[in-house]
T-cell receptor
Framework: DGGITQSPKYLFRKEGQNVTLSCEQN?????MYWYRQDPGQGLRLIYY???????QKGDIAEGYSVSREKKESFPLTVTSAQKNPTAFYLC?????????????FGPGTRLTVT | GESVGLHLPTLSVQEGDNSIINCAYSNSASDYFIWYKQESGKGPQFIID?????DKRQGQRVTVLLNKTVKHLSLQIAATQPGDSAVYFC??????????FGKGTRLHILP
């Protein structure tokens, strides 16, 4: 069953703690992305990676960090420096630049920080 | 600058009628556009895409129209069904090959 998975679906943390969100894909896609979605809003790009061991900041990278040690995995850490971490986080992958820009999304992780 | 926006935040349509969701974009150099559907609590799903060398593209029950003159994109859904209830996002590919998403339109199906 090919696809992109995110875990957990719901995550609760206390303010001041770092938390890591998992994203795994078995689609053999080169590119992976992290987005943040707030209620009634579109998707805002946090970080993206077009190849293993390389990643770039998106529009709202402050307070977040990522790694891309394996092609299949692109974990996102929400650090205590992120001022408003409560949101719905979406991971996506795509074959990469070229003929297809279609992004395949995971089911999302809803993070609540209190 | 680049921006992708939608005319209406919520659209209510009678079941069985056709739905038309509109989107305006500001970057005249954009040459690739995508429509996504997002059901409640889930990630967005690809519906259909269109390149700027086309005016129209059809899928199963969906049609995307592109008017480059007025920088307008629309998604038409034929014979709207309850399962079409979702938020629909248009997105555009910017100069850096990044997808920029609009804020979305919620489609509400009336019985």
């Amino acid at each position: 069953d090919g696809g992109i998975t995110q875990s957990p679906k719901y995550l609760f943390r206390k303010e001041g703690q770092n938390v890591t969100l998992s994203c795994e894909q078995n689609l053999n896609h080169d590119a992976m992305y992290w987005y943040r979605q707030d209620p009634g809003q579109g998707l805002r790009l946090i970080y993206y990676s077009q190849i293993v061991n390389d990643f770039q900041k998106g529009d709202i990278a402050e307070g977040y960090s990522v790694s891309r040690e394996k092609k299949e995995s692109f974990p996102l850490t929400v650090t205590s420096a992120q001022k408003n971490p409560t949101a719905f986080y979406l991971c996506a992958s795509s074959p990469g630049t070229g003929n297809s820009y279609e992004q395949y999304f995971g089911p999302g992780t809803r993070l609540t920080v209190t | 600058g680049e921006s992708v926006g939608l005319h209406l935040p919520t659209l209510s349509v009678q079941e069985g009628d056709n739905s038309i969701i509109n989107c305006a974009y500001s970057n005249s150099a954009s040459d690739y556009f995508i429509w996504y559907k997002q059901e409640s609590g889930k990630g967005p799903q690809f519906i259909i895409d269109i390149r700027s060398n086309m005016d129209k593209r059809q899928g199963q029950r969906v049609t995307v129209l592109l008017n480059k003159t007025v920088k307008h994109l629309s998604l038409q859904i034929a014979a709207t069904q309850p399962g079409d209830s979702a938020v629909y996002f248009c997105a555009e590919l910017n100069r850096d090959d990044k997808i920029i998403f609009g804020k979305g339109t919620r489609l509400h199906i009336l019985p």
